[in-house]
T-cell receptor
Framework: SQQGEEDPQALSIQEGENATMNCSYKTSINNLQWYRQNSGRGLVHLIL?????REKHSGRLRVTLDTSKKSSSLLITASRAADTASYFC???????????FGTGTSLTVIP | DGGITQSPKYLFRKEGQNVTLSCEQNLNHDAMYWYRQDPGQGLRLIYYSQIVNDFQKGDIAEGYSVSREKKESFPLTVTSAQKNPTAFYLC?????????????FGNGTRLTVT
């Protein structure tokens, strides 16, 4: 079964607004990662947060992790039309040898 | 430039035929992975390999086979036993396993079986 699940499934916002998407997972993890996928392309790694970290920033991206709630959020500030893509969370489920991906959030940024 | 190359981008086959998808990386990564992506289902792991000449089944290995004879190459064969092979296939690699090691993806092969 899927380890991670993103929420919402789809999100549509105006350019300049912030976009927040959430990820819930089922088991303990060593780290959680967020990826972006443009239509018909491979995934691109955005950010990795370790289980002992609570928040991490990278440019316009802010990721939080709450291991007690088994959840993470990805915030994209000041969104641009080029941010239009699907966003996936991935965890190792504590196994150390596999990644498990959620079903993704489809983000549309309207110019 | 270092990266992962998947070929071909589009592949069409008749039902009952085996087909092999190519994946090559020049990142010097030890671990390689094959995922299948279907609409609305996210990515599901087919096979992974952490070292040359060794590989393990993922969650949906039935009807697929792999080999890892070279560090750079991890081809995936979709056999006629795979009941629903039409999908988008993604190959990925990482320096080691998933612990603190992000995945690098190729741009995928879209397989259509009729």
């Amino acid at each position: 079964s899927q380890q991670g699940e993103e929420d919402p499934q789809a999100l549509s916002i105006q350019e300049g607004e912030n976009a927040t998407m959430n990820c819930s997972y089922k088991t303990s993890i060593n780290n959680l990662q967020w990826y972006r996928q443009n239509s018909g392309r491979g995934l691109v790694h955005l950010i990795l947060i370790r289980s002992n970290e609570r928040e991490k920033h990278s440019g316009r991206l802010r990721v939080t992790l709450d291991t007690s709630k088994k959840s993470s959020s990805l915030l994209i500030t000041a969104s641009r039309a080029a941010d239009t893509a699907s966003y996936f969370c991935a965890t190792d489920a504590g196994t150390g040898n596999q990644f498990y991906f959620g079903t993704g959030t489809s983000l549309t940024v309207i110019p | 430039d270092g990266g992962i190359t998947q070929s071909p981008k589009y592949l069409f086959r008749k039902e009952g035929q085996n087909v092999t998808l190519s994946c090559e990386q020049n990142l010097n990564h030890d671990a390689m992975y094959w995922y299948r992506q279907d609409p609305g289902q996210g990515l599901r792991l087919i096979y992974y390999s952490q070292i040359v000449n060794d590989f393990q089944k993922g969650d949906i290995a039935e009807g697929y086979s792999v080999s890892r004879e070279k560090k750079e190459s991890f081809p995936l064969t979709v056999t006629s036993a795979q009941k629903n092979p039409t999908a988008f296939y993604l190959c990925a690699s990482s320096i080691k396993g998933p612990n603190n090691s992000p995945l690098h993806f190729g741009n995928g092969t879209r397989l259509t079986v009729t």
